[in-house]
């Protein structure tokens, strides 16, 4: 079971999601009302984190189920398995964010979708259960109605390390790359996310940039990203910077497909 830390002071919580892992598949789902009632008793930057929180959870119990190759197998360590009886264990007892685990039960019962919501019904929310579904990020969404153009052209989720770019501190992952008389990446900048993520983000291209001068080879880089909410001054910011830094080229996720039907593939634009 999740709950949300409401007033950590006093170690007050409220059960917001269930999660129930065995024979190879992943059940995760949480209170969309009692998720309403918490943005109504948390600050906007806890609530964020909560939201993103849940997020994360949700993408990966989904991702886990599509994993052809590494059945989950919650008894078995040998298996990798990213809610292993274990991790969950040691969430509950040392994970102090916003939202916390209780010690993984073990039921004699065979795990499928109907227990499950028979599960989530009596201990979370008693009303209708949504399905999930995975909510794509921009560039995401564009690697996916794309891929099969992108992938003539571009090596998707590349990463380099020092071995290719001598320099490079640290292993860089970028989300296209390419080879158009010198090379061409793409980075897609989700900036809805919280503002450390977005840094980080931002802090890794910096880096990748760095190790190409340092290396003296000419590279070219764009950043794929939207305006978010005004309202999210800090990212709304950090767009504007976006648009006008001389780095890398901005690209607005709105235009990609202007840019792909000029030419038929963005290769050739960049």
Do not use: C
Not at 187 to 202: F, I
């Amino acid at each position: 079971m999740l709950s949300v830390q409401i007033r950590p002071e006093i170690q007050e919580k409220m059960s917001i999601g269930f999660l129930l892992v065995g024979d190879g598949n992943v059940f995760f789902n949480f209170s969309k009302n009692k998720l309403s009632a918490a943005k109504g008793l948390l600050q906007d930057a806890p609530f964020k984190l909560l939201r993103d929180s849940i997020r994360n959870m949700e993408n990966t119990a989904l991702i886990e189920n599509n994993k052809e190759d590494s059945p989950l197998l919650i008894n078995d360590p040998l298996k990798r398995n990213t809610f292993s009886m274990n991790y969950i264990d040691y969430l509950s007892r040392y994970n102090n964010n916003i939202l916390s685990f209780s010690s993984p039960k073990k039921i004699d019962i065979q795990a499928s979708g109907e227990v499950f919501n028979k599960l989530f019904k009596k201990f979370i929310d008693g009303s209708e259960i949504v399905t999930p579904t995975i909510k794509e990020s921009n560039i995401e969404a564009f690697k996916t109605s794309n891929r099969v153009q992108l992938i003539r052209y571009f090596n998707v989720d590349r990463e380099f390390t020092s071995k290719e770019i001598p320099g490079l501190i640290a292993p860089v992952k970028v989300d296209l790359i390419g080879e158009n008389e010198i090379p061409v990446y793409i980075q897609g900048v989700d900036l809805d996310k919280m503002v450390y993520h977005v840094e980080n983000e931002l802090a890794q291209l910096t880096f990748l940039n760095l190790a190409f001068i340092e290396a003296d080879k000419k590279a070219k880089g764009f950043v794929l990203s939207h305006e978010p909410d005004k309202k999210e001054y800090k990212q709304h910011d950090i767009w504007k910077q976006l648009r006008s830094n001389k780095q890398f080229e901005y690209i607005d996720v709105s235009e990609t497909g202007k840019y792909w039907n000029m030419q038929r593939n963005i290769w050739y634009i960049l």
